[in-house]
């Protein structure tokens, strides 16, 4: 009963969207209503932390440029057969209401360069 609503216990509220187009170290800003949301760095790529619950129109601020770019919730799949493996239809229930099993899809600030 403890594992049900794994998004929920696991991953939290926030989603990742991975900055397509920015690589480790440099330097990208994304503004959301007005307010800088937080950067993380997984690897060599970069990703910025949202809301799960919706999609988001942010600005992205990269290389000099201002760029409006808008990212969709999907949903996380893995999160809901663990959901229904270890908690049935209560974690189910929490996670659908909380939009917590959603994820983010990227966002294309560069396009990836043909062959990569």
Not at 83 to 95: E, Q
Request: aromatic share 6%.
């Amino acid at each position: 009963m403890s594992l049900s609503s794994c998004a929920t216990v696991f991953k939290g509220s926030l989603s990742a969207a991975r900055l397509v187009g920015v690589k480790k170290g440099e330097q990208v800003e994304v503004l959301k209503d007005g307010a800088t949301m937080p950067i993380e760095t997984r690897g060599e790529e970069q990703f910025v932390k949202l809301p799960a619950q919706s999609s988001h129109i942010v600005v992205v601020k990269y290389k000099g440029q201002e760029k409006k770019l808008q990212t969709n919730q999907v949903l996380g799949g893995g999160w809901l057969i663990l959901d229904i493996l270890l908690g049935g239809l209560i974690g189910v229930i929490v996670d659908a209401a909380t939009g917590n099993w959603n994820e983010l899809s990227d966002l294309f600030v560069e396009s990836p360069t043909p062959g990569q």
